[in-house]
T-cell receptor, first 112, second 114 residues
Framework: EPEVTQTPSHQVTQMGQEVILRCVPISNHLYFYWYRQILGQKVEFLVSFYNNEISEKSEIFDDQFSVERPDGSNFTLKIRSTKLEDSAMYFC??????????FGPGTRLTVL | AQSVTQLGSHVSVSEGALVLLRCNYSSSVPPYLFWYVQYPNQGLQLLLKYTTGATLVKGINGFEAEFKKSETSFHLTKPSAHMSDAAEYFCAVRDTGTASKLTFGTGTRLQVTL
């Protein structure tokens, strides 16, 4: 069964550094999402992406964040200058058109 | 704006006992409703969903949930808990519009004891 994959599984970085989190959505899916989960808290929506542009973003998704689909398979989340509060699990999700979102296993980001 | 309330951040049941995890939603229009499960150090796995049609939906691992519009609820149940059911369970809601985002509840950690 096709799966959403994410790399790396764990990223440790210093405050102020740039990080890129990578996702490979399921191949025939059209809509892509990033969510995050701070330890012990609920999963929060960050951004959705369709047809090579952002379709919706949350208040969390400020100028420090950007998303890109650089080729036909990858979907990336970049954080330009990481803060301590960016430490979280980041989940990528995708859907074919409507209905169920399929989630990847997540990338745990630790900012020191 | 949509919101989801999960009553009880921690629920403990004995193996073989009924599991009941509560979820209430707030939405201006009838939404789509989901339950996801998260095992330790893993991602989110879909348990079941309600979109249209029958209000009692069955999912994986023996779980089911009933959409009750009058109560704005979507409680998750399983007749007999198993040790392997220990995990975090998230209720989520989304608009019926194309590809809308999910709004999650705060989650309920299910503990299963012998």
């Amino acid at each position: 069964e096709p799966e959403v994959t994410q790399t790396p599984s764990h990223q440790v970085t210093q405050m102020g550094q740039e990080v890129i989190l990578r996702c490979v959505p399921i191949s025939n899916h059209l809509y892509f999402y990033w969510y995050r989960q701070i330890l012990g808290q609920k999963v929060e929506f960050l951004v959705s992406f369709y047809n090579n542009e952002i379709s919706e973003k949350s208040e969390i998704f400020d100028d420090q964040f950007s998303v890109e689909r650089p080729d036909g398979s990858n979907f990336t989340l970049k954080i330009r200058s990481t803060k301590l509060e960016d430490s979280a699990m980041y989940f990528c999700a995708s859907i074919p058109s409507t209905d169920t979102q399929y989630f990847g296993p997540g990338t745990r980001l630790t900012v020191l | 704006a949509q919101s989801v309330t999960q009553l009880g951040s921690h629920v403990s049941v004995s193996e073989g006992a009924l599991v009941l995890l509560r979820c209430n939603y707030s939405s201006s229009v009838p939404p789509y409703l989901f339950w996801y499960v998260q095992y330790p150090n893993q991602g989110l796995q879909l348990l079941l969903k309600y979109t249209t049609g029958a209000t009692l939906v069955k999912g994986i691992n023996g779980f089911e949930a009933e959409f009750k519009k009058s109560e704005t609820s979507f409680h998750l149940t399983k007749p007999s808990a198993h040790m392997s059911d220990a995990a975090e369970y998230f209720c989520a809601v989304r608009d019926t519009g194309t590809a809308s985002k999910l709004t999650f509840g705060t989650g309920t950690r299910l503990q299963v004891t012998l």
